[in-house]
Structures are given as C-alpha cells and as structure tokens.
C-alpha cells in the first residue's frame, strides 16, 4: 500500500509575487512527490524599493500565513527577503526548516571566467549586509559589477516576461557591458529567470547566466532528509497556488509561470 504519512504535509513557499514560481519549478523536478503550497504577496510587491522593517514585516505575515497551512518545511523563495529576515524568522520558527535564497554569486565564482561577474538583484538584496558578507569573500579576487534593478519586478508581475518592454529595459541595464569581458550574469532575483530567454537575446551566446534556483531547491531536498520528513508516496504532489492580490489573473500568470 502506498503509505503517506504525516510527511504528506506541504512544503510552504513564498515570494513577493509570482518570482518565486521560477524556484518551486526547480523543487517541482527534483522533488515530484511533494506537495507545495505557493504564497505570492503581489498585493504589496516590489518588496526591493521598501523598507528593511516593512518587508520584514510583510515576510512574518506570510510565514505565519504558511504556518497556518500546516506546512512542514518553508522556502523563502525571495533574495530581498531573505536578505533582510531570514535570521529572525529561524530564531521564531525553531521547529521547522526555513530555507533562504541568495544571489549566486559562489557558482559564478566557481566557473573561473574572465571578465566581469554582473550581479542583476533589488536595490535591497545589494545594499543589505547579508549580500555584503558574501560579497566580501570574493570582491578582492574578482570583478564584480552590482546592477540594482528597480523596476523589473514590476513588469513581470504584470505578466510582461518577453517583448519589446523587457528587451529594451534589459539593454538600458546590460547593454553597456556587452564589448566587455563578461565572466556571467547572476540572477539575484527569483522573478528574473522568467526573463532569461530576454537576456540571452543581448547577451554574447557563450556568457553563462546563472540563477540559485536549482542551489535552494537542492537545500531543501537536503533539510527533507536531515529532518527525516521526506514524503514517502510515490505518486505526485499536490500544488495550491495563493495571492494576497484577491484576482483570478494573478493565479493564471502563476500556473502560466510554473509551466513556462
Ligand atoms: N523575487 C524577489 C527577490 O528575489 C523580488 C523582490 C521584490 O519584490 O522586489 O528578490
């Protein structure tokens, strides 16, 4: 008999919006029989131009939110706030898993191109100290461009992942690197890989463009097992999609993102 235990519980994620879609995917294939529920708080998105304490804030409301699904593990899909609440939140939650996400500034590092690393991110992932300690490891033996992005999360959330809008946003931003040597481009931002077919576009073909996706979604298979709450069916997990936005077409863009 296929026996789904108490660890048939779902893995709780949240974003800012629709951006932390582009992790559950990554979940999703390495982690098929879980089941997910997804909170996007769109309603209050973008996170990156507010406040440390408002986003802070925000962040409990949602955890809380999760918590109350009856969630076994939390994945805070989102860079900014990750950057700014992650601590505080495994120092309330103590009996819980609570994964994070940070731009991937390690694997860049790790590929040993020459040229720039650009780091694409919010305003806020790139000014908080979380970043800063990362950074520091690898700022004196590499170069290292920091591309705050305002802006673009807004876009996404309306749904606007490719077309002349993104293109000629990503160009402004990315364009004036192109006749550099450029070693890769980070994703620091769990809405951007929606617009990576965009980037590639302007990119030289050869620049990898690297986003933590597949990082945080191995992170989460490792603290399944570490805490012994693996869901043992062998059949596929249930996802249950939430929006502080109260719309229909926010759920639609989701599940249109989840299979993008
Ligand atoms: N997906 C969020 C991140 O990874 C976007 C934050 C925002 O809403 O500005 O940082």
Wanted: aromatic letters at 10%; one cysteine or more.
């Amino acid at each position: 008999m296929n026996n789904c235990y108490v660890y048939d519980k779902p893995i709780g994620f949240f974003d800012s919006g629709v951006g932390g879609l582009s992790v559950l995917k990554e979940s999703i294939k390495i982690l098929p029989n879980e089941n997910y529920v997804y909170y996007g708080d769109s309603k209050n998105a973008p996170y990156g131009v507010k406040s440390a304490e408002e986003v802070k804030k925000l962040t409990f409301k949602a955890v809380q939110f999760l918590i109350d699904k009856g969630v076994k593990a939390i994945v805070i899909a989102c860079n900014t706030a990750t950057s700014v609440a992650i601590v505080s939140l495994r120092n309330k939650y103590t009996d819980i898993p609570i994964v994070g996400i940070e731009p991937a500034l390690k694997p860049a590092v790790e590929i040993n191109r020459k040229g720039k690393i650009i780091i694409m991110a919010t305003p806020m992932t790139l000014s908080e100290k979380k970043f800063n300690i990362l950074m520091n490891n690898y700022k004196d033996t590499n170069d290292i461009e920091l591309l705050p992005c305002a802006g673009l999360v807004e876009l996404i959330e309306s749904g606007i992942i490719e077309g002349d809008k993104i293109n000629f946003y990503l160009k402004q931003k990315v364009g004036k690197f192109i006749n550099q040597d450029i070693s890769s481009v980070v994703l620091g931002c769990t809405h951007y890989p929606f617009i990576k077919n965009e980037l590639k576009n302007i990119l030289p073909k050869y620049v990898p463009i690297i986003d933590g996706g597949y990082g945080t979604a191995k992170q989460l298979k490792r603290k399944l097992e570490e805490n012994k709450i693996l869901n043992s069916c062998s059949t596929k997990g249930y996802i249950h999609i939430y929006n502080s936005l109260k719309k229909n077409n926010i759920i639609d863009l989701s599940y249109k993102l989840i299979n993008y």
